[in-house]
T-cell receptor, first 112, second 115 residues
Framework: DAKTTQPPSMDCAEGRAANLPCNHS???????VYWYRQIHSQGPQYIIH???NNETNEMASLIITEDRKSSTLILPHATLRDTAVYYC?????????????FGIGTKLQVIP | DTGVSQNPRHKITKRGQNVTFRCDPI?????LYWYRQTLGQGPEFLTY????????KSRLLSDRFSAERPKGSFSTLEIQRTEQGDSAMYLC?????????????FGSGTRLTVV
């Protein structure tokens, strides 16, 4: 399982884009990159995932480098409600085996 | 379906006592996972089930821990002879086999405090 590393904390001004980096240099070819976020006292909430290509949904965009050793989660217009801990994680889907391995996360503070 | 449900939300117990937590997954999901999260850390994998079969257990899951999913629906996690180091948030998640639809759906967790 790939180990993911993230900066422990980041600030972002409300209304600006939040760019959260993740390093996963040991990721293997069949491991997906997943992003979750966790608001205090709640379980992690799925945001987005990808394997090789960049992905976008209604919440965020995921940019994965061509070598797949790092990725960036982009929240295009951060709001105060986006203040949370964001986890970059790896997931293996192979032969019925599936496990998400989390890093320690980045605490994002959106500032008014 | 209202998502993954965990009970109780909070549990305070004295050291040495046994505790049991319950998780009710999303009904369509046949995979169920238990994770443990301590303060300032990401969730750590404990074990997972496919239907009623327990397919993997982490080394974190000592002999004092046992998990069951008797009919492939709800699951229980029991900790015997609790220790202060067991204090953590215990998270349950469920998923489809191929992680479609966003991988895991987590419950809100059970926060255990051992005094």
């Amino acid at each position: 399982d790939a180990k993911t590393t993230q900066p422990p904390s980041m600030d972002c001004a409300e209304g600006r884009a939040a760019n959260l980096p993740c390093n996963h240099s040991t990721i293997s070819g069949n491991e997906y990159v997943y992003w979750y976020r966790q608001i205090h006292s709640q379980g992690p909430q799925y945001i987005i995932h990808g394997l090789k290509n960049n992905e976008t949904n209604e919440m965020a965009s995921l940019i994965i480098t061509e070598d797949r050793k790092s990725s960036t989660l982009i929240l295009p217009h951060a709001t105060l409600r986006d203040t949370a801990v964001y986890y970059c994680a790896s997931l293996v889907l192979s032969g019925g085996y599936q496990k998400v391995t989390f890093g320690i996360g980045t605490k994002l503070q959106v500032i008014p | 379906d209202t998502g993954v449900s965990q009970n109780p939300r909070h549990k305070i117990t004295k050291r040495g006592q046994n505790v049991t937590f319950r998780c009710d997954p999303i009904s369509e999901h046949n995979r169920l996972y238990w994770y443990r999260q301590t303060l300032g850390q990401g969730p750590e994998f404990l074990t997972y089930f496919q239907n009623e079969a327990q397919l993997e257990k982490s080394r974190l899951l000592s002999d004092r821990f046992s998990a069951e999913r008797p009919k492939g629906s709800f699951s229980t996690l029991e900790i015997q002879r609790t220790e202060q180091g067991d204090s953590a948030m215990y998270l349950c998640a469920s998923s489809f086999p191929d992680a479609r639809g966003g991988g895991y759906t987590f419950g809100s967790g059970t926060r255990l405090t051992v005094v």
